[in-house]
């Protein structure tokens, strides 16, 4: 049974990263290479070597890549980022950075259909129903709505006849490869998988041509997938709906306001040529960063790249987010009544993580909400006893752009939110007026390098962090100027964001109380 802490995490991650699953389970065929970080307090010499393995390279149409020699194992792990995410979409157009990333797995004009010349009249024809089906409704012409369904269900049954359902996923897996996913974010949409070394000229193939003419098949079919995940994360799930009108209510203007799963409307009225405009617009390959880790060379790959990703044609740099959030004046709050335990959520507005301080708050969230040794858990769960759980998020729901510290609590029966929320501001005024221990500090600092390292320890980790801090920040140097970055804090940079930071009129709270209080 998952702990109280385990739930909401899991479901909280779900609610800002959504996770495409192409397959439950697959075979462990390919063994994932750990790095071997040194152990002590020299790492330096360890983190240089892996720099000088580092090359980057830009193609002529924008695309970027990024190579990592690891040659310990014969073993490749493959990250494509797409510089767009949820907060990019289209006003009445929510979710379609994730409907998007789930019909990228449905494959091409040669993979994924028995005879797409056949098939491709058939998805024309499904979307012209589909206009007239919605019009029907629109008007209330149950007559020409019950036609207009007979007709749709018999369209789409025969061009399912001609699909392969999950070629993509099949040719990968035949050749070796693991972890075929996605996750799509408020910021980003990432597609990776890992294969053996000698597949690297198939993996170019696949993944070249994958966004090079995508087919955007069984669109209609995956429109009730998708409604269904909303229904699981948030329409039946109190911490899903909480998280979803908690952001409305902490953003005014910006995008992280929004769900990345997408109202159920939106959803709804999605369209196939919807997703294929948001695709063209910010699908160019200037648009595109690989990260490529492994037991690779990177000529070998800079050859390749050339050959398979030198077909996309250069498109015009993609519109950026243009809503800049206010300073928020006075403290916000929203409560719901839901069938639930009650849980109590506070939220405080923080710069990009390509701001100087976010090292600061990093080591701030660490302090007070980062496991059971954290104030936050000390405070109200062991000592107070008014909440089962205490804990929190950084960079919610997203880091790009300024966004929210989070603190979150469970409270416990026979306590109310308003106990909780008296003692996390005991906890946050002490960290306003007291500087942090040095010993204490000298542990974040510790497990912060730790939570670092950890993160180089697998080609799919590294793969994973070097393509985020080079879009994210500008340069994947940055990653590891992170560690210069920690042991410069002392506790009055640690107070003086504390102090920034924790006011009243910057504040978002919000309350979940049983239906019956």
């Given amino acids: 049974m998952r702990t109280p802490r385990k739930i909401v995490l899991f479901l909280v991650t779900l609610l800002l990263s959504l996770t495409f699953l192409t397959q439950p389970v697959w075979s462990e065929s390919l063994t994932v290479q750990k790095t071997s970080v040194p152990q002590g307090q020299s790492i330096q010499p360890y983190l240089d070597r892996v720099q000088k393995k580092v090359t980057t390279f830009k193609l002529k149409n924008g695309l970027k890549f990024i190579v990592l020699e690891r040659h310990q194992a014969p073993v490749i792990a493959f990250h494509t980022y797409a510089d767009v995410g949820g907060n990019d979409e289209p006003t009445g157009q929510t979710g379609v950075a994730h409907y998007l990333e789930h019909l990228a797995f449905k494959g091409t004009q040669r993979i994924g259909s028995s005879d797409y010349a056949a098939e491709q009249p058939l998805l024309d024809r499904q979307d012209q129903l589909f206009d007239q089906i919605q019009a029907a409704q629109a008007k209330g012409d149950q007559q020409a709505l019950q036609t207009l369904t007979s007709n749709f269900e018999q369209v789409s049954k025969e061009a399912d006849s001609l699909v392969e359902q999950n070629e993509l996923g099949k040719i990968i897996n035949q050749a070796g490869g693991v972890g075929l996913n996605a996750t799509t974010s408020a910021d980003a949409t990432r597609y990776f998988y890992s294969l053996p070394a000698n597949k690297l000229e198939l993996w170019m193939s696949l993944e070249s041509e994958r966004f090079l003419e995508p087919v ?97 044609r250069a498109r015009p740099v993609p519109p950026k987010v243009q809503q800049v959030e206010p300073p928020q004046q006075k403290t916000k709050s929203t409560t719901l009544k839901l069938a639930s335990q009650p849980w109590y959520l506070e939220g405080y507005h923080r710069p990009a993580i390509s701001d100087p301080d976010h090292v600061i708050y990093e080591l701030i969230a660490s302090l007070m909400s980062d496991g059971r040794t954290s104030r936050l858990y000390k405070s109200l769960v062991e000592s107070e006893k008014i909440a089962l759980q205490a804990s929190g998020f950084n960079g919610f729901p997203g880091d790009k752009y300024p966004n929210l510290m989070l603190f979150y609590a469970l409270t416990a029966p026979g306590h109310t939110g308003d106990e909780v929320a008296a003692s996390f501001g005991r906890e946050l005024d002490r960290l306003k007026t007291e500087l942090v221990d040095t010993q204490d500090l000298e542990r ?70 049983p239906q019956d209080k």
Avoid: C
């Fill in 216 to 312: 955007f098949r069984e669109f209609y079919k995956e429109k009730e997938v998708i409604l269904e995940e909303r229904r699981t994360r948030t329409d039946n799930s109190p911490i899903g709906k909480m998280v979803e009108v908690f952001l409305g209510e902490a953003f005014d203007v910006h995008p992280y306001q929004r769900p990345v799963i997408g109202y159920e409307e939106d959803l709804r009225n999605l369209t196939r040529k919807n997703v294929t405009d948001f695709f063209e617009t910010y699908y160019g390959p200037g648009n595109l960063t690989i990260a490529i880790v492994g037991d690779v060379e990177p000529k070998q790959v800079k050859r390749l790249a050339q050959i398979y990703f030198g077909r996309y």
């Fill in 444 to 513: 974040l600092k510790t497990q912060a390098r730790a939570s670092l390292l950890r993160s180089l320890d697998s080609n799919e980790g590294m793969a994973d962090v070097l393509v985020e801090y080079q879009v994210k920040t500008g340069d994947w140097r940055n990653l590891f100027a992170e560690l210069s970055k920690i042991e410069a804090i002392t506790p009055a940079d640690l107070q003086r964001v504390a102090q920034a930071t924790f006011t009243p009129e910057n504040k978002t709270v919000g309350y979940i109380l």
